[in-house]
């Protein structure tokens, strides 16, 4: 119990002080030297816990609190399938204004590649997530896709990225939440169907 309590305080003071980098000078200026030299900690200790800066990053975005295991239990019908992805990302957005915008425009850059979906990690990433649920739902013949399951998963990904990016351009001053919810919410109901 110790030694875990200590690897977690270990693992947010490397955090802090990649975010504290990340604001000051930005992602390009961003390396593991800094990090650890920031945070006081050894090269070593930084890779027991993370492979590269761009699996440190990703691993505050993917470990987001708060989702209940019981809301992803199989819906009723399309429309509740529909309310809790949406949940999932109402979560998100409130896990990026924890996070800050600083940290968020500088972890949404294509030089990040812990946003590549075809270098996932396995950390339960919301889209993972959604995929899993959309997959569950389709095998117990609550739901019907328009597309593919993979089209409809990375057309969702598309969305919610352009909804952080124009949070991130606006500087915070976007209807971040609403923007997300009208987004999906019109996407999904064009996708997801009764079966």
Known sequence: MKQQ?????TKTRIFQAAKRILKKNGYENLSIKNICEEAGVSNG?????????????SYYIEEQPGISPDLLDLP???EDAKKAIIYVYINYVHYCKELGVEFMSNYYTP?????NPLIRTERPYPIVTVHDYLQKCLDAGIIRLAHPLDEVTTDIRMLVIGNVFEWCLKQGNAEFEGNMRRSLETYLDGALTKN
Not at 5 to 9: H, I, N, P
Not at 45 to 53: G, I
Request: net charge neutral; glycine share 0%.
């Open 76 to 78: 009723s019908d399309a």
């Open 45 to 57: 200790s930084f890779y027991h816990h993370f492979k590269t800066k761009d699996d440190l990053l």
């Open 5 to 9: 309590q200590k690897s977690l305080e």
């Open 111 to 115: 030089k990040n590649q812990s946003l």
